[in-house]
């Protein structure tokens, strides 16, 4: 077979299983397939490269499930349901919330902005991941949440014009599985909202924005320094995709960079100690 288009039943009738598990396979992210009059529709070759796949894997022992590959599928095919499936059976797996985030989501995020980039997919498509991935988020946060007292409160969020509020979100998270609390104020907050929040915020910690593309970097520079402007006494930390290091973090008037999720987190454990959590 290496032409035409077939249903979802046709495509079971070739592989030789239920209609179901041929449904399933779709739903996991495994086989791609597509909506069109009602039905789902796989592409011949994509039939012939599932199944070539499926012949080349070993029939013994362990090997890790290409799960961002997969939630990347379910995202661009705009199917909810399905990359919430992914994540499900990633975590029965034994994938933890934080290798969510870090493992899954973020690489395919990150893929799909650059299919976009590069025009291989339509905004459309990139702008519905993002609500389908903000729903996600929505779902695991309620794992997100750590017995014990609290380590004290990061302030964050992503300066004015900046949009990319899915960044913050998951690292709010990460941050909130360390041990501490997070007031995640989003995507594109003015300089006079970041300082209002700060400066009512107990146990304040740090405040960190989040920029991903260079032209925020002004409106990062301007609510860095109404923040120090503010005399919280506190550190304010800048990370995301446009800032270069500590360096260019401190010519936007922060007071240092954390290029990543571990290095967000050891900043924070030097200021409260590592031993509290």
Excluded: N
């Excluded at 990347?72 to 499900?88: H, I, N, P, T």
């Excluded at 990633?90 to 025009?119: D, K, N, Q």
């Excluded at 690292?171 to 609390?181: E, K, M, N, Q, S």
């Excluded at 740090?206 to 032209?215: D, F």
């Amino acid at each position: 077979m290496s032409e035409g288009v077939l249903t979802l039943q046709e495509a079971a009738d070739e592989l030789g299983v239920h209609y179901m598990t041929a449904y399933r396979y779709v739903r996991l992210g495994q086989l791609e397939a597509y909506k069109a009059g009602g039905g789902w529709r796989v592409p011949a070759e994509v039939l012939d490269a599932f199944r070539r796949h499926r012949a080349e894997q070993p029939t013994g022992g362990h090997k890790t499930a290409p799960w961002s590959e997969r939630l990347e599928s379910r995202l661009v095919a705009g199917d909810a349901a399905g990359a919430w499936s992914v994540v499900e059976a990633a975590m029965t797996a034994g994938t933890s919330v934080s290798g969510v985030y870090l493992e899954m989501l973020t690489p395919a995020m990150r893929s799909i902005g650059s299919r976009w980039e590069s025009g291989e997919i339509d905004i459309s498509i990139e702008h519905r991941a993002s609500g389908i991935a903000t729903r996600l988020i929505g779902r695991l946060g309620s794992r997100c949440v750590r017995r014990g007292r609290s380590r004290g409160t990061v302030v964050m969020g992503a300066p004015v014009g900046e949009r990319h509020g899915i960044v913050v979100a998951v690292l709010a998270d990460l941050l909130r599985l360390a041990g501490w609390d997070v007031s995640d104020l989003g995507a594109d907050t003015p300089s006079s909202s970041f300082v209002a929040a700060a400066t009512t915020t107990d146990d304040l910690v740090a405040v960190a924005l989040s920029v991903t593309h260079p032209e925020h970097l002004e409106a990062c520079a301007e609510a860095c320094a109404a923040l120090r402007d503010a005399g919280l006494g506190v550190p304010v930390i800048v990370g995301g995709q446009a800032i270069r290091d500590e360096q260019h973090a401190q010519e936007l008037h922060a007071d240092t960079a954390a290029c990543g999720v571990s290095e967000m987190i050891s900043l924070l454990d030097g200021l409260r100690g590592g031993a509290e959590h």
